[in-house]
Each structure stands twice: as C-alpha cells, then as structure tokens.
C-alpha cells in the first residue's frame, strides 16, 4: 500500500491511507478545492444570501489564520517584521476584528485578542493587549483631566 498523496510506502494499519497528518491535509484540501471549483463553474449564479455568507466565511477564515500568524511570530519573540514578508506568510491586511486608534492617532488592528500596527518604516508592530488598550485609553483619560 502506498500513500494516497506522495506515494510513500505505507507501514503499520493495513487499513492506513496516508503517511502522515499532513499528506492526509493536503490530500482533503486539494479534493476540497477541486470540489469548489468545480461546483462554481457549474453555478453560474447564487443568490445574495449565498454570496454573503460565502463572503462571511471567507472572511473568518482569514482573521483565523491572521490571529495565528501573530500568535505565532510573537510566541518565537518576533516584535516586529516587514509588512511584504508578513503578507507573504498568508497574513491578509484587509482583515481584522476590529480597529482602535493610539495616542498619536496611529490605527491600531485587532484579531481578536491579538494587535497590531503599521510605523512609518512599512514594518508590522506586534502588540500585547495590554499596551494596545493602553494606547487607547490614555488618550480619552488625558482628554478627562
């Protein structure tokens, strides 16, 4: 028996399919995808409702993988990374949770429970939720006193 993806051969169950969790990912993504195209060159037209919640999906899909992007680079202490590199990553600046502004007016992007923000150098910040909502907030505790 060899694996359904790379062609490896199997041992062990002889029921097995694939060599590892990940030949057994790219297999079923690939079929996934396939099935997606398929489907969409046979359905000309959807109606509003499906568009929106196929947008909606999408769009969920994406802040997930962008929460874990950040997750991730500031889990190996990276505070901060050239915007092109991250995007190359898979990172999708158009989506985010929500947006907040700091002290110098500066956009703050959520996922989440994660932030971020872009400095003049084109390089993406990496921020904890502490320093985010401090940056939010000492603005409006300013404007009170």
């Known amino acids: 028996m060899f694996c359904k993806e790379c062609g490896k051969a199997l041992h062990g169950r002889s029921d097995k399919l694939f060599c590892d969790a990940d030949c057994r990912s790219s297999y079923h993504n ?8 398929e489907k969409s060159k046979s359905k000309t037209s ?4 499906e568009d929106y919640f196929s947008d909606l999906g999408e769009a969920l899909n994406s802040l997930k993988r962008n929460h874990l992007l950040i997750k991730k680079q500031k889990k190996k202490g990276i505070n901060y990374m ?31 429970d994660e932030a971020y923000r872009l400095n003049q150098d084109g390089d993406v ?4 939720q502490d320093e985010a ?13």
Do not use: N
Request: hydrophobic share 40%; charged share 30%.
């Open 30 to 37: 690939r079929k996934r995808r396939a099935k997606k195209t």
């Open 46 to 49: 959807q109606t509003e409702e």
């Open 82 to 112: 050239p915007a092109k590199k991250f995007e190359r990553m898979g990172f999708d600046f158009s989506v985010y949770s929500h947006l907040t502004s700091g002290m110098r007016g500066e956009a703050i992007y959520h996922c989440y």
């Open 125 to 128: 910040v990496f921020m904890s």
């Open 133 to 145: 909502m401090f940056r939010f907030i000492l603005p409006l505790i300013q404007d009170i006193w």
